[in-house]
């Protein structure tokens, strides 16, 4: 299979099938916390999306070229927090500049992306992969996280119309649809076979 395919098909496979957030549930507190407004939630999933890719690009060779030479690659997870924190702070900072309102309403999930296990999960589990595939891995985890915060965010947004039971508003119809969507997302996994591909 010529390479660029193989890439594609790993990019879909970690979008979708493979999603950081409905099967690895990684990411959830940003997920639930700011996934109850579209703005925000958009928001969230491209400075997420931004972060994972700039760190994979950065960690992979950092890990490769200077810690794995240096026999130093139990630093591995202190290095990449501290290259994760100085690009949160670089998202922070441009987008407090271009939107203060956006801050405001973002609060804590920002500073928070720091420590997401998702942008921390991806960039460890790069370390096992080539260049081109730990690539992959940042490009479909970081598109499905945003896939995924923008279709909650507006599933919510309809649900606050919606005539929800008493007991079901908030958080616990949140977590039903979270629920049902790993169910879609599980089934779109079954009826597409990347395996056979050679992809997962």
């Not at 940003?30 to 890719?53: D, E």
């Not at 987008?95 to 309403?105: A, E, H």
């Not at 500073?111 to 080539?130: K, Q």
């Given at each position: ?61 950092l ?21 994760i ?50 690539m ?56 597409i076979?990347?395996?056979s591909?050679?992809?997962?």
């Open positions: 299979m010529p390479y660029i395919v193989s890439f594609i098909l790993a990019i879909v496979s970690y979008m979708v099938i493979d999603n950081v957030i409905l099967s690895r549930y990684f990411g959830i507190c940003s997920f639930i916390g700011v996934g109850n407004k579209v703005k925000s939630a958009v928001s969230m999933g491209l400075a997420v999306t931004f972060v994972i890719m700039l760190a994979a690009l950065i960690c992979w060779p890990y490769t070229f200077v810690l794995v030479p240096a026999g130093m690659e139990y630093m591995e997870t202190i290095v990449f927090i501290l290259v924190a100085s690009l949160v702070q670089i998202v922070g900072y441009f987008i407090k500049k271009t939107s203060p309102t956006l801050y405001k309403n973002l609060g804590i999930y920002l500073p928070l992306i720091t420590t997401n296990c998702a942008v921390l999960g991806v960039v460890e589990s790069n370390m096992a992969y080539d260049f081109g595939r730990s992959a891995n940042a490009i479909g985890t970081s598109l499905g996280f945003l896939l995924v915060i923008f279709l909650f965010a507006c599933i919510r947004v309809r649900l606050e119309a919606a005539n929800t039971p008493k007991a079901f508003k908030g958080l616990p119809i949140a977590l039903i649809v979270a629920g049902l969507m790993a169910i879609v997302f599980l089934g779109i996994g079954g009826m076979d990347l395996s591909w050679g992809v997962i």
